[in-house]
């Protein structure tokens, strides 16, 4: 059977990765950083600087990146001469599997995943509580003049108890293109597009209570000003929204074997710093992405799936991290497709850390996630899907979910019809 | 390397350290002195850490360096010997350099009694010999001076190619001559002011200190110089005029911020920073030469303090004066309390109304989270006598810590200025240098005093190694005191200057 083929230009595909580049300029024209929220005069003197770049350093390498496989795939019949679309499973969302699209064959997807952070290291970004000294040192609140303290001791900084409500969210669509540059070479690029929003409220209470030694006087009829006697309350609210590219991914895929007994290939990812690390858009660092891809189709039916990995931070290797997935999709009713598939992350080391870490430490962690998501065929070549991702532990920045929608259109390209 | 400064491999068996140190000290006082430059190696180090009169386990000592004085003023006249100890981990003391026997000298006074009577080793630097002295920060090298141009004897007994600035491991190796003594003596006439020890930089690459050096116009001037270790280069940094007061103006070189940063302190006015001719803290940088004046943080009572730049030192505890009346009038007529700043931030850390609360140099803990100071406060009633004890308190002003137990039969009414006969009490120091006053790696403090926790150190002065927490005390050297004998004649024996690494 001959499948019709669904044509694209070059010149319309190119468009994609050209109007991105475009967009990415425009982007950094724009003036100051979500990181600097956390050094503007609001937050000034409550430590919270080193949070923007320590989340600068991380929130990117946490967000999701769609397959580069093709849902669906092609393969040449010499008795036809022609190019078929394989009836078998869907490919995975998240995750890859070694099939190829197929020579001369185009993929163009789009997605979009909405990134709501909750938690840092287990704990609530939405009240971050300030540790009450390290090593000495407290959060300060400055009193010009000094002030003298309930017992009889001079100080002219109050410590302050600060309780934090950090909000970033993320909202990611990524276009995407893979093109079959041989029966068993696909190259896949992905440029996401990102808006980043940052929205920090704090409380200050001060003198803060868990340091007794800076208790003030009780206040006498309510005469004496503010932080000089009794303990005062003072809230914040700094938010920022910023747009902009993120990192340029650029993914090769090569098949080494089929079918003896399972399809195996390699995969190579190169992930180039386009987007800036600062509005939480990029990692700032250019990524060497090694993978094995190992699945096979059983039954026509189902597709079990194992990716081992290396993100390599080609600046600082000892940033670098083990990837691995492991899962499977199966048709679940007619074009319904079904995926599952465990995700992990395991650094090598903390990716950056804080030196005076009042509100959290950035540690080395281990992701685990779960993925699970349905894909549904349409028009014949055309696939939508939903997926969600949901951490298995709390380890870093962590989101309760990760929803992502995506469709995808594949089609052979004009040199092949 | 012939040298007065003989060097010498004495380790001795803390068992034979009493024995040895009778012997040594007579044959001393039966010698000749200033033809004697053979090293008296049998004598050996004398010093010794006493075990604590408790079960408790002492605390853990890295590497001590230490001058041994002894003095005799006897009928035949002043005579005296020194030598240059280390104590490495359980070791016994292992003397590695030595000035042989001088004297007997007729000197119009008794010199070893009077100086020996405040029990503050610092004015023994006024006889001369060893002088400034240096641990590196990680303990690999000691650096020492050796001059005797500025001896209250007013004779010389160490020849002029024997003076210098020296370096040696602590094993006693490596001794090498790095240059001419400063020109600016250790101690002061009036001993107004000392400066016993050279400051090392964070590498251990260079060391400050003061010497004479070309000023604005040409002439002679008190400056701060640095020496680097490995090549002997010396380089003058400042270019001060020439002052009133001794030393630089009566201050004098501090220590690194960082590599390139070096701290001092005095009232001129370099470049017109200090317009005002207050007491002001300086740096300058090693590379340019370019002098800054620290910021200053307001204290009660209307005064400011210099502190340095929260970039290197981090936080700086200090004594200050506050208004009020002491509630021990007897030590001094102000209220003193110790304060902790990082230049912007400032805190008062006591509240004992007392006037001799930290007359010394108190520090701020390795890990920043403590500050340690001398005090004669009895906070928790465990210091009846009001001695002066060793404290340490939470940077953050709560948790004040009484961490020695100096006792004695009688309350002592000047407390931490107790410089006379021990019936006036003891005292109690840590180095001048902020740094080396507490291991880096096990936190173990190490302080002078003339108190008396053993029973072993009735008139003298002692380096003790006690842990942050109050436990482990023990003494690490065994020097003899003030002794006056049945013949009239007095013998003295005290340490000081020291120093002690790791302290990075």
């Known amino acids: 059977m001959k499948v019709r083929s669904h044509t694209l230009s070059p010149s319309v595909a190119c468009g994609v990765v050209i109007t991105s580049a475009v967009l990415m300029l425009s982007s950094q024209v724009h003036a100051g950083t979500l990181a600097d929220v956390f050094n503007s005069g609001e937050l000034a003197g409550l430590e919270m600087g080193p949070i923007g770049p320590a989340l600068a350093n991380t929130v990117a390498s946490t967000y999701p990146v769609a397959s580069a496989s093709s849902s669906v795939t092609y393969a040449f019949n010499p008795k036809t001469e022609t190019f078929e679309r394989q009836t078998r499973v869907l490919g995975p969302i998240i995750g890859e599997r070694a099939e190829t699209i197929g020579k001369g064959q185009i993929d163009i997807s789009v997605s979009y995943s909405g990134v709501d952070f909750s938690t840092i290291n287990g704990n609530s970004l939405g009240d971050l509580v300030n540790q009450p000294s390290i090593n000495g040192r407290v959060v300060s609140f400055p009193v010009p003049g000094g002030v003298v303290l309930k017992d009889g001791r001079f100080t002219n900084f109050l410590p302050v108890l600060v309780h934090a409500n950090i909000d970033v969210q993320a909202d990611i669509g990524t276009p995407s293109i893979t093109y079959g540059v041989t029966p068993d070479f696909d190259v896949n690029l992905s440029l996401p597009l990102l808006q980043t929003y940052l929205n920090v409220k704090v409380n200050e209470t001060v003198p803060d209570p868990r340091l007794p030694q800076f208790m003030l006087p009780a206040c006498m009829n309510g005469s004496a000003a503010p932080t000089t006697c009794g303990s005062t309350s003072i809230n914040h609210q700094v938010a920022d929204r910023a747009t902009g590219f993120g990192d340029l991914l650029l993914r090769l895929k090569y098949v080494l074997q089929r079918d003896t007994p399972v399809d195996l290939a390699a995969g190579l990812g190169v992930s180039f710093p386009s987007g800036n690390p600062d509005n939480f858009q990029g990692t700032g660092n250019y990524q060497v992405q090694p993978e094995l891809i190992v699945s096979k189709i059983i039954a026509d039916r189902f597709e079990p799936l194992l990716n081992l990995g290396v993100n390599i931070n080609a600046d600082n290797v000892d940033l670098s991290s083990f990837r691995w997935a492991v899962g499977s999709t199966a048709k679940v009713y007619g074009p319904l497709t079904a995926a599952a598939v465990f995700l992990g992350t395991n650094e090598f080391n903390p990716q950056t850390t804080i030196s005076a870490p009042f509100f959290f430490q950035i540690n080395r962690n281990d992701y685990y996630n779960f993925s699970f998501g349905m894909r549904c065929l349409f028009a014949e070549t055309g696939v939508v899907s939903a997926n969600v991702i949901v951490p298995l532990n709390r380890d870093g920045l962590r989101t309760d979910y990760i929803p992502t929608i995506g469709i995808e259109y594949a089609f052979t390209g004009p040199w092949n019809s | ?504």
């Open chain 2, 1 to 504: 390397m012939e040298l007065v400064v003989a060097v010498v491999n004495d380790r001795l068996k803390r068992d034979d350290v009493p024995m040895k140190a009778k012997m040594c000290y007579q044959s001393l006082a039966r010698a000749s002195a200033m033809a004697v430059l053979v090293a008296l190696a049998a004598c050996g180090g004398s010093g010794s850490s006493i075990p604590p009169n408790t079960n408790e386990v002492p605390a853990p000592i890295n590497t001590f360096v230490y001058v041994d004085t002894a003095c005799r003023d006897s009928a035949d006249g002043f005579s005296m010997t020194q030598e240059l100890r280390v104590l490495r981990g359980e070791n016994g003391p292992l003397t590695i350099a030595r000035i042989p026997m001088v004297g007997p000298l007729q000197v119009p006074v008794t010199y070893c009694g009077d100086l020996a009577l405040p029990r503050s080793a610092p004015l023994f630097l006024a006889f001369g010999g060893f002088q400034r002295l240096a641990m590196s920060p990680v303990a690999t090298v000691i650096v020492f001076e050796v001059t005797d141009d500025f001896s209250i004897l007013g004779q010389s007994f160490v020849p002029a190619e024997q003076k210098g600035i020296f370096r040696i491991r602590p094993d006693g190796s490596g001794l090498r001559r790095l240059g001419n003594p400063s020109r600016v003596p250790a101690i002061s006439t009036g001993f107004g002011r000392s400066e016993s020890n050279f400051y090392f930089s964070p590498s251990g690459r260079l060391v400050s200190f003061t010497d004479i050096g070309p000023g604005p116009g040409g002439e002679d001037a008190v400056q701060v110089f640095v020496l680097d270790v490995e090549t002997g280069k010396r380089t003058q940094l400042t270019h001060m005029p020439p002052a009133a007061r001794p030393g630089l103006d009566g201050g004098g070189a501090d220590d690194f911020l960082n590599e390139r940063t070096v701290v001092f302190d005095g009232i001129f006015n370099p470049d017109g920073l200090n317009p005002d001719g207050k007491e002001r803290v300086f740096t300058v940088d090693v590379v340019t030469r370019q002098i800054k004046v620290e910021s200053t943080v307001a204290i009660p009572g209307g005064g400011f303090v210099a502190v340095p730049s929260i970039t290197g030192f981090g936080r700086v505890t200090f004594p200050a004066m506050v208004p009020g009346t002491p509630v021990n009038k007897q030590a001094g007529e102000n209220v003193f309390e110790l304060f902790i700043t990082d230049g912007t931030n400032l805190l008062q850390l006591t509240n004992f109304g007392r006037s001799d609360t930290s007359p010394g140099v108190p520090f701020v803990s390795i890990d920043g989270a403590h500050a340690f100071f001398v005090a004669s406060a009895d906070p928790d009633q465990m210091n009846p006598s009001e001695l002066c004890q060793i404290f340490s308190v939470d940077a953050l002003g709560g948790d004040v810590r009484q961490l020695t137990r100096f006792s004695a039969s009688q309350r002592s009414a000047l407390g931490c200025v107790a410089f006379g006969r021990a019936s006036e009490g003891c005292t109690t120091e840590f180095n001048d240098s902020q740094r080396v006053s507490q291991d880096a790696r096990s936190g173990t403090v190490v302080f002078g005093s003339s108190c008396d926790p053993f029973g072993t150190n009735q008139n003298g002065v002692q380096i003790f190694a006690i842990r942050p927490d109050g436990s482990g005390l023990h003494a690490l050297t065994d020097a003899r005191g003030l002794v006056r004998n049945t013949d009239r004649s007095v013998e003295a024996e005290l340490p000081g200057p020291w120093s002690y690494g790791p302290h990075r």
